[in-house]
């Protein structure tokens, strides 16, 4: 059986967040259980772009403070460390992150250490899966004496979904995750680049900032939703089973997730997950947009679900009235399909990893449906979805 905590709590105020994760982790045993005075403790946050704090594309910096100022107490000493996605002038842009987010401004204030993994230095680990011969994973993930993985609850316009599994991603430094997305471009794979990363990390305790989550085309192009909730627990593919059935999604429906779990990093199955806390029960969250990939193949017969894929195929198309001519989808496009001077895409070459829709930091990459019925449907569904949503409030 895996624990699953789950903790209401409406806003970011540091007080209210650390009596809810203090009161969590008491059902987790204690913080005894997991640290000790003197231990170096790294909190791996999620730190994807130079986003603010009420974006909800970054776990929000008061809830990190909340973890700071609860791990000070126990008389450890805590890294703020992460790597963050893309590139601009062929640099990843992670120090601008940590101002941009307020996380530089937290650790000042609380007396934390900002580790930013693309200056840290990397370790060489064997890939369990035998993908690749050997990976390079940020320093601080081995030199701390524990990791707390404090992911962000949020859809994901390519792999659907993102929260604890997906978050160690940024264990890998700088730009190197583009030859990760070059080598597993296909979800399920990139599941198995996942997959490794956790046996070689092995973070040993996942807290989710899902207090605001952020709803449709996430990780950063999406709309916040006010979910209030803290989930805690040891097991990333539990926390994110339960995560995703507030969703309404079935991680059966998320090929990451099928595949991490195809490989045992943990549980999968809602009847093997206890639940505590402030629910016994996933509390659905009603009117949660989710993004246009999405969808339910049930008992459908493959051929006809292959042919709804199609139909359905959304690509990224960059608007040149919004671009700004950053070019950091440019220099964070795995393998080059977008040309500096137009930005027009190459079809051919695009590989649908959607890092460039995901980094844009100004909404200038749009999601496209080939298909002229497909997005008169999709039009009418997102306006029944927020219809509903409406109705619910
Ligand atoms: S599409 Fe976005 S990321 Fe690409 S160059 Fe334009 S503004 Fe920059
Ligand atoms: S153009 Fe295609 S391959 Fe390149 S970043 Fe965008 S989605 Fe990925």
Request: proline share 5%; with cysteine; net charge positive.
């Amino acid at each position: 059986m895996a624990d699953v905590i789950i903790k209401e709590c409406r806003e970011y105020d540091a007080e209210i967040i650390k009596a809810q994760i203090n009161a969590g982790m008491e059902l987790l045993g204690g913080w005894g259980r997991f640290v000790a005075p003197g231990m170096k403790v790294l909190l791996k946050v999620n730190l994807i772009g130079p986003k603010k704090a009420d974006s909800a594309a970054v776990t929000h910096a008061e809830f990190v403070r909340a973890l700071v100022q609860i791990l000070k107490n126990l008389g450890c000493e805590v890294w703020i460390g992460d790597s963050s996605g893309g590139a601009i002038a062929g640099i990843a842009p992670t120090a601008q992150s940590f101002k941009v987010s307020g996380l530089a401004r937290v650790a000042e204030e609380e007396g934390a250490v900002i580790k930013n993994f693309d200056r840290e230095g990397a370790v060489e680990v064997k890939a369990e899966s035998g993908l690749v011969e050997g990976m390079y994973l940020a320093g601080p993930m081995f030199d701390a004496d524990f990791v707390i993985n404090v992911p962000k609850l949020k859809t994901h316009s390519a792999t659907l979904y993102t929260g604890a599994v997906k978050n160690l991603f940024g264990c890998i430094p700088g730009l190197k995750k583009a030859g990760y997305h070059r080598l597993a471009p296909d979800p399920k794979d990139l599941g198995t680049v996942l997959y490794d990363i956790h046996r070689a990390v092995k973070a040993g305790l996942h807290i989710m900032d899902g207090i605001v989550a952020m709803q449709g085309e996430g990780p950063t192009a999406g709309q916040a939703y006010p979910a209030g909730k803290i989930l805690i627990s040891t097991d990333p593919l539990a926390l994110d089973t339960v995560a995703a059935a507030m969703l309404g999604m079935d991680i059966a429906e998320i090929p990451m997730l099928q595949t991490v779990k195809e490989r045992g990093l943990g549980t999968a199955d809602l009847d093997k997950i206890r639940l505590a806390g402030d629910f016994v029960q996933p509390p659905v969250l009603r009117g949660f947009k989710l993004p246009k990939r999405y969808r339910r193949s049930g008992n459908w017969n493959p051929a006809i679900v292959v042919k709804f894929i199609d139909f359905m195929r959304a690509r990224p198309y960059i608007d040149s009235k919004l671009c700004k001519n950053c070019n950091m989808c440019v220099e964070s496009c795995p393998v080059q399909a977008i040309e500096q001077q137009t930005k027009r895409i190459d079809y051919k070459a695009c590989i649908e990893c959607m890092c460039c829709h995901e980094l844009c930091l100004h909404k200038a990459v749009t999601l496209r449906w080939d298909n002229r019925l497909a997005a008169f449907f999709m039009k009418l569904y997102n306006k029944a979805i927020a219809a509903g949503a409406a109705k619910s409030k």
